[in-house]
T-cell receptor, first 113, second 118 residues
Framework: KAGVTQTPRYLIKTRGQQVTLSCSPISGHRSVSWYQQTPGQGLQFLFEYFSETQRNKGNFPGRFSGRQFSNSRSEMNVSTLELGDSALYLC????????????FGPGTRLTVL | AQTVTQSQPEMSVQEAETVTLSCTYDTSESDYYLFWYKQPPSRQMILVIRQEAYKQQNATENRFSVNFQKAAKSFSLKISDSQLGDAAMYFCAYRSLETGGGADGLTFGKGTHLIIQP
């Protein structure tokens, strides 16, 4: 089976813009989670989707949003970008809920100038 | 909220030797999972080992084993016969299983950078 794929791999944006990141889970996986990784804050949970429904949300402002489609693919959107949003955004998929083994994608490196 | 602490920002070990990475966590819950993830320089996070809190037996995966002390809230990772390919960031992670829990997804520690000396 193909692994978790994330597009794009690298992205450069300027402050105030918005961005959409995409994640395609492993075939058959219904749960997708998103994490932000920065040198200062480490890995932080953004949100989790299961069968198109957001199950959990981390402590991030409303500028961060996401959705999941019927084919389990997921997108996350960040509006009004700030310099502090520069990070590696990781997507992970699992068969059921995310306490099952999560398989991570390679991440999208977002740089905000 | 749960917290996960990895007190060793960096560890170094000679190839073929054994190294133990420390992890402690703070929770008031009794049902949860603990994980060790490895993130090599390529950045793809890989699950190393998983421990269910209700299991008293320590999990083992080939050269990787854990020492799970539930009362002490400690979850250390032992890597035996270290290999150059083990060099990576290692993250300890916690996931609640209780009703209404899991609201934070996986809670990660800050990570331990493991260096393997040839």
């Amino acid at each position: 089976k193909a692994g978790v794929t994330q597009t794009p791999r690298y992205l450069i944006k300027t402050r105030g813009q918005q961005v959409t990141l995409s994640c395609s889970p492993i075939s058959g996986h219904r749960s997708v989670s998103w994490y932000q990784q920065t040198p200062g804050q480490g890995l932080q949970f953004l949100f989790e989707y299961f069968s198109e429904t957001q199950r959990n949300k981390g402590n991030f402002p409303g500028r961060f949003s996401g959705r999941q489609f019927s084919n389990s693919r997921s997108e996350m959107n960040v509006s009004t970008l700030e310099l502090g949003d520069s990070a590696l955004y990781l997507c992970a998929s699992s068969e059921g809920f995310s306490y099952n083994e999560q398989f991570f994608g390679p991440g999208t490196r977002l740089t905000v100038l | 909220a749960q917290t996960v602490t990895q007190s060793q920002p960096e560890m170094s070990v000679q190839e073929a030797e054994t190294v133990t990475l420390s992890c402690t966590y703070d929770t008031s819950e009794s049902d949860y999972y603990l994980f060790w993830y490895k993130q090599p320089p390529s950045r793809q996070m890989i699950l190393v080992i998983r421990q269910e809190a209700y299991k008293q037996q320590n999990a083992t995966e080939n050269r990787f084993s854990v020492n799970f002390q539930k009362a002490a809230k400690s979850f250390s990772l032992k890597i035996s016969d270290s290999q150059l390919g083990d060099a990576a960031m290692y993250f300890c992670a916690y996931r609640s299983l209780e009703t209404g829990g899991g609201a934070d997804g996986l809670t990660f520690g800050k990570g331990t950078h493991l260096i393997i000396q040839p």
